[in-house]
């Protein structure tokens, strides 16, 4: 990774926010992106598969035909792009998705 | 002004003249009379301080982390095991960046207790991410606290400053007190570029997760490696920046000089005896005594441990026939710390020096002028080689 950040403080200073308690999201290092095009569920528009949904050891992906990922309080472990039958999770560097944001 | 004290007044009397606002200590020999002049001074009011008394040297720095963190000049002194008890501590202002000074008064580390002198406290601390200088004489205790102090705020690095127990001390010297004006011209009131306030709440070294993320205003924030690299990547910009303050410092008071390495005869010597604090001034009078032998020997006194002044040192000796190194410490189960240290400075020089290791002082052996002759006198040879295994001077098998 060549890019440079601009960090708003090269010490551990920060300013309070609501607090983490709980809101695991934070703690993530890989985002899982879903594929809809991919997807069984959204590709054949009907309730099946669900695999993200049974794997997930926090329960934060919805039983729905567009199956919708809490970022709230998804970890990042991957788990459902390991379990889904057709690839199409994808997990993506958080940090490049910050260094996306800053562009 | 000349005056004759103590080094542990020399040290106190420089915190007095930094105007610290803030001091925690616990006593311990041979820091306590140090301590104990704080006390006086604050509690006679020639001090304008907070003067804390603690139950541990763990809490002293504890106190001093907290103070350093709402923007106070904090000052804290131990010695041996009072040091190793702030282990966790040390590492905690280090990576908090905080500008804290503290005298440690070299002392051998328990077990089996003892009080005098070596080298073991300061340098088993020396991956705590601490500035280590080391002084040889009184003027260099008072004069590398003020240093210490401006050192430690330029860079947001906390500073030891290092001098040797009794030998440095407990003696009496004399010594110039420098000038209260000079003082405020060399070290300016501390503005620290971040400091707690009650009515603008802030984090200070919360859990960092592994990698960066953003913060609540959506920035991103630096993960724990970064903030680490940061330490470094300051501690080895801050070589710069001790040069710059010796300059500085010799301009206002017309000492000093010397940011790494103190040099005497060493500019036509073959040979280089190099050590840390008060034993390469004690050097001096053997090396005196080479010379009219015949023997082409110096010694340097290095004044900077960490950051490692590997340049300054690899330009200095690189051309030498040979380095000779004293420590009163020891990396146990390796070699001389500061030996493996010169030694992967030179190595990068095609042309480079043997270099010998000789352990010596542990506990307060006393240390001979008889016995540096010998071993300088048998290492100052053409066919000398590199040793891997240090060899011990004065000891009794």
């Known amino acids: 990774m060549e890019k440079e950040f601009k960090f708003a403080c090269k010490k551990s200073h920060s300013e309070p926010g609501p607090g983490d308690g709980g809101r695991t999201g934070s703690w993530r290092v890989l985002r899982p ?64 998705l910050i260094m996306e944001k800053e562009e | 002004m000349y005056i004759i004290e103590s080094g542990n007044v020399a040290a106190a009397l420089g915190v007095k003249l930094a105007e610290a606002a803030v001091i925690a200590a616990y006593p311990i020999t041979p820091q306590t009379p140090l301590t104990e002049k704080l006390s006086e001074l604050v509690d006679a009011g020639e001090m304008d301080a907070q003067y804390i008394p603690v139950e541990s040297e763990h809490s002293a720095l ?44 070299n002392r051998g580390i328990g077990a089996p207790w003892t009080v005098w002198n070596d080298h073991q406290d300061s340098i088993s601390q020396r991956d705590a991410g601490w500035i280590q200088l080391y002084a040889c004489d009184h003027q260099q205790i008072i004069d590398s606290v003020l240093k210490a102090f401006r050192l430690a705020e ?36 501390f503005t620290p570029e971040y400091f707690l306030d009650p009515a603008c709440p802030k984090n200070l070294n919360t859990v960092t997760l592994p990698d960066i993320r953003p913060d ?21 910009k801050s070589l710069d920046v001790i040069t710059d303050i010796e300059k500085d410092f010799k301009e206002i008071f017309g000492r000093g000089g010397y940011p790494f390495i103190e040099p005497y005869r060493v500019n036509d010597a073959d040979y280089v005896a190099l050590c840390m604090g008060s034993l390469s001034y004690h050097l001096r009078d053997v090396i005196d005594m080479l010379r009219d032998e015949g023997i082409a020997v110096g010694v340097a006194g290095l004044r900077v441990y960490r950051p490692f002044p590997d340049k300054a040192i690899a330009d ?22 500061l030996f493996a240290d010169v030694k992967a400075a030179l190595y990068a020089k095609a042309d480079r020096p043997f270099v010998r290791n000789y352990i010596l002082g542990l506990g307060g052996r006393e240390i001979q002028t008889s016995q540096l002759a010998d071993v300088l006198r048998s290492s100052c040879r053409p066919s000398s080689t590199t040793t891997d295994t240090p060899e011990w001077i004065g000891l009794k098998l």
């Open chain 2, 154 to 189: 330029t860079v947001s690095v906390p500073v030891m400053v290092c001098y040797d127990g009794y030998i440095l001390s407990h003696t009496y010297m004399p010594f110039e007190l420098p000038e209260a004006d000079q003082v405020k011209k060399f070290l300016p009131a």
């Open chain 2, 216 to 236: 609540v205003r959506g920035n991103a924030a630096p993960g724990y490696m970064e903030i680490r690299h940061n330490l470094h990547t300051d501690m080895r």
């Open chain 2, 62 to 105: 504890a106190v001093c982390i907290a103070a350093s963190s709402t923007g106070s000049r904090t000052f804290t002194a131990t010695s041996a095991n009072g040091l190793l008890y702030m282990n966790e501590q040390l590492h905690w202002a280090a990576g908090a960046r905080l500008p804290i000074v503290m005298c440690v008064v």
């Open chain 2, 316 to 337: 200095a000796f690189a051309h030498k026939k040979g380095l000779i190194v004293f420590e009163k410490a020891l990396s146990y189960g390796n070699q001389g710390a």
């Open chain 1, 33 to 96: 992106i879903i594929d809809y095009e991919k997807c069984i569920p959204a590709k054949k528009n009907k309730k099946a598969c669900f695999s993200c949904w049974l794997f997930c050891p926090d329960g934060v992906i919805t039983k729905t035909k567009m199956p919708a990922i809490d970022l709230e309080y998804c970890k990042g472990c991957g788990i459902c792009a390991e379990e889904c039958p057709t690839g199409a999770i994808t997990m993506v560097e958080e940090t490049l």
